[in-house]
């Protein structure tokens, strides 16, 4: 088992060349937002952005559309529901994150099996791609593409059918045997996340209950997809998302009681340089 710390983050991340441009980051492809759940697109799309994606195009249902293209400005918008926008954004993009705020219906299944089973780029389920997979954990076996998911106890009680006390009581053996059997990283979030791909378990420690509030695992979603994107193999964009994500929240709790998303996004590339970036061993907890 092994604890995250500085150290072993600082030597996952990859130097940016001075020559580079967008086209070399990566363009990550956001399926989220529904009526009601417009915030939960905004933050994985903007957690995608605020980590360095060269683009991020967020693909949602047109009656959130023009709302939500107006709030972010530097991403692309299409429409999910025209199938040729999604086989396009497939062909382009080098990572995908479906789920947040999308909506559990029979509609939002099949476009998600389309892109479970067509797409090639590291894919990251949350929230409801999560509730939408639970239905049919079989359709893991026609993928290409290396996944991660991301569940709260509720979304991995859904996905193993094993009620929330009994996953809580033996969190580490479920999280590994989930991993190993369906040969994805699982993300089980909680005070201390526990990260496995079946093979290795990875604890992070970083953040704090200043975090508990919502849209906080919608933002987490959109940074591991921004970081799988850029060209970090899939495990250590996991890894490298979840620490900054609970560093820049625990960090701005030594100032703030709450920290919420919007908190969380503006900092995280500021906390990235100065922490993570930097050559220098930073005294970062103390
Ligand atoms: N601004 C926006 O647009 C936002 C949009 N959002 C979107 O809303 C959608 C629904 O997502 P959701 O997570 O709110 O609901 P759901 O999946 O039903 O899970 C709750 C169930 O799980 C249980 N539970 C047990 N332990 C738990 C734990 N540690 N952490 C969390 N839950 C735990 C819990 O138990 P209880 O608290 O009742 O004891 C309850 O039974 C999703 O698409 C998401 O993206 C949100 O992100 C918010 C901001
Ligand atoms: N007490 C805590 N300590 C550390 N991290 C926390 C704590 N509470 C929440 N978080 C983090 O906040 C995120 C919450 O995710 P989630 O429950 O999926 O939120 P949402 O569905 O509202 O987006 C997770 O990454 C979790 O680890």
Redesign the pocket.
């Known amino acids: 088992m092994i604890e995250l710390d500085e150290k072993f983050i600082k030597e996952i991340y990859i130097p940016r060349e001075p020559d580079g441009y967008k086209g070399d980051y990566g363009h990550t492809f956001v399926v989220?937002?529904c009526k009601?759940?417009?915030?939960?697109?905004?933050?994985a799309t903007m957690g995608a952005i605020r980590t360095g994606s060269g683009l991020v195009t967020l693909g949602t249902h047109s009656d959130v559309l023009d709302h939500l293209s107006v709030k972010l400005n530097e991403a692309m918008t299409v429409s999910i529901e025209n199938i040729t926008n999604v086989r396009q954004m497939l062909d382009k993009c080098t990572s995908i994150v479906i789920?947040?705020?999308?909506?559990?219906n029979p509609r939002n299944y099949d476009l998600l099996k389309k892109i479970v089973v067509c797409g090639s780029s590291p894919l990251v389920i949350?929230?409801?791609g999560l509730?939408l997979l639970a239905k049919d954990l079989t359709l893991l076996d026609k993928r290409l593409c290396p996944t991660v998911l991301t569940p709260?106890?509720?979304?991995f009680?859904?996905l193993t059918g094993v009620p929330?006390d009994e996953l809580?009581k033996h969190k580490i053996e479920h999280a590994f045997d989930f991993a190993r059997k369906n040969n994805v990283i699982l993300v089980l979030?909680?005070h201390k996340t526990i990260i496995t791909d079946g093979k290795e378990i990875y604890i992070n420690t970083t953040g704090n209950s200043s975090m508990a509030n919502?849209?906080?695992?919608?933002t987490l979603a959109g940074i591991i997809a921004s970081f799988a994107g850029q060209g970090y193999c899939t495990l250590k964009a996991t890894l490298l998302g979840v620490y900054l994500h609970g560093l820049t929240g625990e960090i701005l709790s030594r100032g703030m009681f709450c920290v919420n998303p919007t908190h969380l996004l503006e900092a995280l590339p500021y906390i990235m340089k100065k922490y993570i970036c930097n050559n220098n061993s930073n005294k970062i907890l103390k």
Do not use: C, Q, T
């Not at 009601?36 to 933050?43: I, L, S």
């Not at 709260?152 to 979304?155: I, R, S, Y």
């Open positions: 989220a937002g009601g759940f417009e915030g939960a697109a905004y933050f789920g947040p705020g999308l909506g559990d949350d929230a409801d509730n709260h106890f509720g979304e009680s859904r929330i809580k979030k909680d919502g849209g906080m695992g919608d």
